[in-house]
């Protein structure tokens, strides 16, 4: 089983749409959970994270995570075509763990 | 607003030749990393580094790796011998003491011919 799985896409939605991301995990002991955006041969440039289990919101973009499922979720409300991205989660603190990527495209 | 630096963007290089990657951290961050990328794949754990020593490494960093962080601003990574898997993005990243968000650079584009 890998440690972090996450579906790859491409996902593709109308603009405005709401947009579910998700990722699952093996390891219990991960406490912290990111959720970055990279575009295409560029770095990650993250959005946000959250300690343990609950939500947070920033803006358009609400990241979730249920540990007793470990299981973690992004959703981007209102999605726009700036939002065209690679969608990656990571997990850890000092050595993160990246998912796959799941590509978003958000079509006008 | 702070940036982690990398530079250079893209490095080609002959098989067997060495390689620097440099990178500028955030200036008041501690804790530094490098992750590759292989196109098409995730993003991968390289080495971890605070307080001028390796906190952590994964199997990819072998003998052929090295970092440093030769001064009070650059942090580098060194590859001895590049092979032709060595091709791959790689990333610096840095994270402060009191936050868990680690920031990466926009990467080196390694291409070993």
């Given at each position: ?108 | 607003?702070?940036?982690v630096?990398q ?14 990657l440099r990178c500028v951290p ?48 650059n942090f580098t ?15 610096c ?12 650079g ?8």
């Amino acid at each position: 089983q890998k440690e972090v799985e996450q579906d790859p896409g491409p996902l593709s939605v109308p603009e405005g749409a709401i947009v579910s991301l998700n990722c699952t995990y093996s390891n219990s002991a991960f406490q912290y959970f990111m959720w970055y955006r990279q575009y295409s041969r560029k770095g990650p440039e993250l959005l946000m994270y959250t300690y343990s289990s609950g939500n947070k919101e920033d803006g358009r973009f609400t990241a979730q995570v249920d540990k007793s499922s470990k299981y973690i979720s992004l959703f981007i409300r209102d999605s726009q075509p700036s939002d065209s991205a690679t969608y990656l989660c990571a997990m850890g603190l000092n050595k993160l763990t990246f998912g796959t990527g799941t590509q978003l495209k958000v079509e006008l | 607003e702070p940036e982690v630096t990398q530079t250079p963007s893209h490095q080609v290089t002959q098989m067997g030749q060495e390689v620097i990657l440099r990178c500028v951290p955030i200036s008041n961050h501690l804790y530094f990393y490098w992750y590759r990328q292989i196109l098409g794949q995730k993003v991968e754990f390289l080495v971890s580094f605070y307080n001028n020593e390796i906190s952590e490494k994964s199997e990819i960093f072998d003998d052929q790796f090295s970092v440093e962080r030769p001064d009070g601003s650059n942090f580098t990574l060194k590859i001895r011998s590049t092979k032709l898997e060595d091709s791959a993005m790689y990333f610096c990243a840095s994270r402060g003491t009191s936050r868990p968000e680690a920031f990466f650079g926009q990467g080196t584009r390694l291409t070993v011919v």
